[in-house]
């Protein structure tokens, strides 16, 4: 079973903006279209996010507070080329940023429009928005690996594994955290493309992705 809210239905594969897949919950609660970034601006940077910046370290970027049950692995070295580690360190910040807006319920968040343009920015709040009606958000462990990174002037593309397993849908009005059992569609392939904006920050322009990957299977 698909948890309905962190898994992207039908609607997103076909408007191949957002994809999100992994295991386990109940199929009466709404389903999500799609994903993408949301933070508070603040006046402080995060640690990764002044080591994104490379050329853009002037942007002033959205500072990034998450709940405490919520987690984060990057289990990618730095690449010691400036321009793709900037985008994988950009990357990681918005795929928190997406976790931040659910959390807060805004799906307007400004770290939307941060790390995010277009049809992604578009789908990502229609995801947050999802949780905002379903009076839910995330709670668990998520693992990001085996990122590769390719960099052209001022355009990249991403592609990176993500580990569901321990990640769920905290449903607030029931106080529920949904669980299920880890299975193959807990680990999806995504692959990104980003664009370097004028203030120097990676930012996601499209963001496909693939439940159920034999690559990013453990």
Known sequence: MTRPLRLATAALAAS??????????????????DKIAGADQGDEKSPSADESAGT???ARRPKIELPSDVTFTFAWAKTGNKAKDAVL????????????????????????????????????????????????????AYR???????????????????DQSKAYDKYLKKDKVDKGPATKNSYVLYAA?????????WVTTELNATRGSDKCQP
């Open 16 to 33: 191949a903006a957002l994809l999100l897949t992994s295991c386990g919950s109940d199929d009466d609660q709404p389903k999500a279209d």
């Open 56 to 58: 853009g370290a002037e």
């Open 89 to 140: 360190a950009d990357r990681e910040q918005a795929i928190q940023a997406v976790d931040m807006a659910i959390a807060e319920h805004a799906p307007a968040h400004e770290a939307l429009r941060f790390y995010y343009e277009g049809d992604a920015a578009a789908n990502a709040q229609k995801y947050v928005q999802a949780y905002v009606k379903a009076q839910a958000r995330t709670t668990g």
């Open 144 to 162: 990001y690996y085996d990122a590769t990174v390719t960099t052209e002037g001022d355009g990249a593309g991403l592609t990176y594994c993500e």
């Open 193 to 201: 493309k980003l664009r370097k904006n004028d203030a120097g920050v």
